[in-house]
C-alpha cells in the first residue's frame, strides 16, 4: 500500500531591503493613466453645441471628466482616482465628490 506524502516546501523569499523601500519600479496606475491621458484628444467646450456636458480634465492625470451643461457645483480639478490616492490639495474640487 503506497501512502502518498505530501510534500510541503517551505520557500521563504529573503526580503530585500530595496523591496521595504517606497521607490517603486514599475509604474504606478498614476503614471500610466497620465501617459494614457496625455495622447488622448482633448474636447474644447467652447466648440461643443449647446447642451451637450461640459468635459474637464484632472489637472494632475489628465482623466477626463464629464457633468452636464446645467452643472452646479463648481468645475473639477482633479479625478476621484487622484483623490482616492491623495494627490488633491484642499483647494480642489474632486469630481464627482
Ligand atoms: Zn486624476
Redesign the pocket.
Given at each position: 500500500m503506497g501512502r502518498k506524502h505530501a510534500r510541503t516546501i517551505h520557500k521563504t523569499r529573503p526580503q530585500t531591503p530595496s523591496e521595504a523601500g517606497s521607490s517603486e519600479r514599475g509604474l504606478s496606475s498614476f503614471e500610466r493613466r497620465t501617459r494614457a491621458n496625455a495622447s488622448r484628444a482633448r474636447v474644447n467646450n467652447a466648440t461643443l453645441t449647446a447642451g451637450s456636458p461640459m468635459h474637464y480634465y484632472?489637472r494632475?492625470?489628465g482623466?477626463e471628466m464629464t457633468l452636464p451643461e446645467s452643472h452646479s457645483d463648481s468645475a473639477p480639478t482633479?479625478?476621484r482616482?487622484?483623490a482616492s490616492e491623495g494627490r488633491h490639495t484642499a483647494d480642489d474640487h474632486v469630481y464627482g465628490g
Open positions: 484632472c494632475l492625470c482623466e482633479v479625478c482616482l487622484c
